[in-house]
């Protein structure tokens, strides 16, 4: 057993995405080898800003059409008010000079955090490879499990 | 310290209850001893489908009757639009040929996943053991928090 | 590594907030050592009853404002309908003679629990030392990190 930390990113909600980031990102600076897996609505978390051309089914396509598609998307957990919160919370963030979603995710990945979309939960919700950000895994429930073995922090966001 | 999971299923949410039995029945396969807890508004995920004859308060009965019995009954954590989201998420599962929630826990049982319904949270729910499902534990906090030190995956879902 | 226990309460739910200190006060009760990081709505679980006279810009004003004051003003994740889920859920724990949350929080402290407010969300949502519970800590994610590298029972609530 070894000392890792792993991370369920099931939450697709800006709030629990940063939070999730930051606790990453803060454990690779303590020296441990991170995993954060994303799941169903955490999937949207690592979706491209821009759209993106994909053969789909009718369902697949309206599933799609009602997640938000990106970072700058995200509402938030509580008090989203139809988006006015997350606004308010990335504009306070910005003054306060703290990183973005964006930024985290970009620091995540130059830190070698390994960032694992589920397969299973992209074939359900219909969303295809080429709409995730690049640089990414995809992988199953075992992929999660076998990293989770391996760490002595294991968070479900 | 031991490596088995444990996790406590909080939520009573079709796709959070899915993603506990995947990670659940996926730790029985790479040979881990798994106890699953169920909590609040998990409890709802064990109610039986059928309406039990209980005696209850009249407060009990209000609860009892506005929340979801079984697994068919249960909406989820975003998007739901009064159960539309559920329904959805029901049929492309079915399609797609991934088992249901009612097999998932099914094959938890079979697999000798531990699952404990959460004494306290009944009580305060007036939730009755005849309303759960068969072959099943009840117990309180010291029970889940002595499976989760001989555990090295512990989730809060 | 050790044995201790750590939780993430990120949740300003009051059904949640019961549920992480049952948990920490009964890890106490087996001899751990708890810490308990107080992230985002979580904080409001830390907040004074009574209005504390502070310097605030405007947003941190209107954050604040919007925000629940306290234990007793929390709301439930489910079934909250302005409030009626929650003082119902108030109503029956103290007819079952359970702890209020409030009271829950002063055993944690009794017992030493270790609470701390996460200073980053602090800065983000415009709350002030002041305003929180006394005998509290305040602190960022590695004095969180360091907790629950020491721990085999992580949880994030």
Same mark, same amino acid.
């Given at each position: 057993m070894s000392d890792n930390s792993s991370l369920i990113v099931f939450s697709g909600d800006l709030d629990k995405a940063i939070a999730s980031f930051i606790i990453a990102t803060g454990a690779v600076a303590m020296g441990k080898q991170v995993t954060m897996f994303f799941t169903f609505w955490g999937l949207n978390v690592l979706r491209k800003d821009q759209y993106v051309k994909t053969k789909k089914t009718f369902l697949e396509r309206l599933f799609g059409w009602m997640m938000p598609r990106g970072t700058e998307k995200l509402g938030i957990s509580k008090m989203n008010y139809g988006g006015l919160g997350a606004w308010l919370m990335r504009y306070i963030m910005r003054k306060k000079n703290i990183m973005s979603l964006k930024q985290l995710i970009e620091t995540a990945k130059e830190l070698d955090v390994r960032i694992v979309a589920c397969a299973m939960s992209m074939e359900v919700m219909g969303i295809? +490879? +080429? +709409?995730l950000l690049d640089g990414i895994e995809y992988a199953g429930v075992a992929t999660y499990l076998a990293a989770a073995d391996d760490s002595n922090i294991n968070l479900f966001i």
């Amino acid at each position: 057993m070894s000392d890792n930390s792993s991370l369920i990113v099931f939450s697709g909600d800006l709030d629990k995405a940063i939070a999730s980031f930051i606790i990453a990102t803060g454990a690779v600076a303590m020296g441990k080898q991170v995993t954060m897996f994303f799941t169903f609505w955490g999937l949207n978390v690592l979706r491209k800003d821009q759209y993106v051309k994909t053969k789909k089914t009718f369902l697949e396509r309206l599933f799609g059409w009602m997640m938000p598609r990106g970072t700058e998307k995200l509402g938030i957990s509580k008090m989203n008010y139809g988006g006015l919160g997350a606004w308010l919370m990335r504009y306070i963030m910005r003054k306060k000079n703290i990183m973005s979603l964006k930024q985290l995710i970009e620091t995540a990945k130059e830190l070698d955090v390994r960032i694992v979309a589920c397969a299973m939960s992209m074939e359900v919700m219909g969303i295809k +490879e +080429e +709409e995730l950000l690049d640089g990414i895994e995809y992988a199953g429930v075992a992929t999660y499990l076998a990293a989770a073995d391996d760490s002595n922090i294991n968070l479900f966001i």
